[in-house]
């Protein structure tokens, strides 16, 4: 908890304090913790928020109410130009269920717009010697899901990772949610995700349903994306992938390519 900041900044000495904001439960917990200590103890920091372009408008508006609320400073990042979620599913389709199509969109979506904030927005210059320390809402009892995280304090380059709420439960969440009269994210507590990415890996066909349900307009404009995935020749669907799709589609019900029966013959035999 606080001692976990503490040990952060003596040991690492960090130029910038950034509170890590995508909208979760968690995320709202670790924020809030740890804005409130940084108060207590006089440091400023900034709380940043990760637009990945393919999330539900609620979860965004709840993000800026509660800074807003708080009067936290806040800086929003955006993917690169020409990397956006749309350009990617032109380019590859949908993501599959594989750490491979994860990674790339994680990296693409969530990693350069940080890295870039990190780089140009904290440090004094990009090249300088200089620690940055990232407050994340990351618990131990998720870390075989979110893969790397053994310690509540890593170190990553100059970035410095850190979790105040490491050893908390989903039950310590919620009561400190409660005892600090926190707002909830609509999103979460109707679909059970924070909703700030939908890029589908690693998504159920259960979430499709219920976002379709709960949130048409996201739905819609995952629709208009897999139509410009289809028009490019990637026609499998959201929280598919290329390999799940072709086990349902033939060889023969797919279309001819006469100059590529050496690829076709190669992806098709990389999925049996």
Same mark, same amino acid.
């Given at each position: ?12 000495? &960090? ?8 909208? #979760? =439960? ?26 990945? #372009?393919?999330?539900?408008?609620? *979860?965004?508006?709840? +993000?800026?109410?509660? +800074?807003?609320? %708080?009067?936290?400073? %806040? ?6 130009? #020409? ?15 594989? &750490? ?10 969530? /990693?350069? /717009?940080? =890295?870039? %904030? ?26 075989? @899901?979110? $893969? ?11 970035? @410095?990772?850190?979790?105040? @709420? ?10 400190? $949610? ?16 924070? !909703?700030?990415?939908?890029? !589908? ?13 709960? %949130? &048409? ?14 028009? =490019? #020749? ?7 992938? &290329?390999?799940?799709? *072709? ?9 001819? $390519?006469? $100059? ?13």
């Amino acid at each position: 908890m606080s001692s976990i900041i503490a040990e952060a900044i003596e040991k690492y000495n &960090p130029v910038k304090i950034v509170l890590l904001f995508s909208g #979760g =439960h968690d995320s709202m917990c670790s924020t809030h913790f740890a804005a409130s200590y940084l108060k207590s103890i006089g440091r400023d920091f900034t709380v940043y928020h990760g637009n990945t #372009g393919i999330g539900i408008r609620q *979860t965004r508006e709840y +993000v800026y109410s509660v +800074v807003k609320h %708080f009067n936290w400073p %806040f800086y929003e990042g955006f993917p690169k130009e #020409g990397h956006t979620y749309e350009d990617l599913v032109k380019k590859w389709g949908f993501p599959g269920s594989t &750490p491979q199509s994860h990674q790339i969109m994680y990296r693409r979506l969530k /990693a350069y /717009a940080l =890295h870039k %904030f990190v780089t140009h927005e904290c440090k004094s210059n990009p090249r300088a010697r200089e620690n940055v320390l990232l407050i994340s809402g990351i618990r131990q009892s998720e870390s075989k @899901i979110r $893969m790397g995280y053994k310690e509540y304090i890593q170190k990553q380059d100059s970035r @410095i990772w850190c979790s105040p @709420i490491f050893y908390w439960s989903e039950t310590d969440c919620k009561k400190y $949610m409660a005892e600090q009269s926190l707002p909830r994210n609509p999103v979460k507590d109707k679909i059970c995700i924070s !909703g700030e990415c939908l890029c !589908g890996a690693f998504a159920g066909r259960e979430e499709w349903s219920e976002i379709k349900s709960e %949130f &048409p307009e996201a739905a819609a404009e995952i629709n208009r994306i897999h139509q410009i995935a289809i028009d =490019h #020749g990637k026609p499998w669907p959201w929280s598919s992938g &290329p390999s799940e799709w *072709t086990k349902h589609n033939p060889p023969g019900q797919l279309p001819l $390519m006469f $100059m590529c029966v050496g690829c076709e013959d190669k992806r098709i035999n990389s999925t049996l």
